[in-house]
């Protein structure tokens, strides 16, 4: 009974639901987990598939979500505003 009680507790200690679980795997992302945090997240995915896929789906987006920012601001560093491309069309009518 006692021992019951014991492993009771530990699972409830372990276990994580999956709403839990995603909450830590975008928390990861942010900020280091504490070690429980570690522990319980790494049980989980490794009996959750779709946990686990979750966390590889969310690292391909995140990774192509920031690739395509990086895109945004280079385009926005090579593009001439329109007043400068005005100014050139100026010139090159004035030639």
């Known amino acids: 009974m006692v021992l019951e009680s014991m492993m009771r507790r530990l699972m409830n200690l372990l276990m ?3 709403k839990q679980a995603t909450a830590l795997i975008e928390k990861k992302k942010l900020v280091p987990l504490s070690k429980p945090e570690q522990l319980q997240l790494t049980v989980h ?4 598939k779709a ?7 969310s690292d391909i987006m995140d ?3 920031q690739q395509f920012w990086n895109q945004k601001k280079s385009e926005e560093k090579n593009s001439l505003s329109e007043s400068s491309k005005q100014k050139i069309i100026d010139q090159i009518k004035k030639m």
């Open 63 to 65: 990774k192509s979500l």
């Open 45 to 48: 995915t490794k009996m959750c």
């Open 51 to 57: 946990c686990s896929t979750y966390s590889v789906q």
């Open 16 to 18: 994580l639901s999956c």
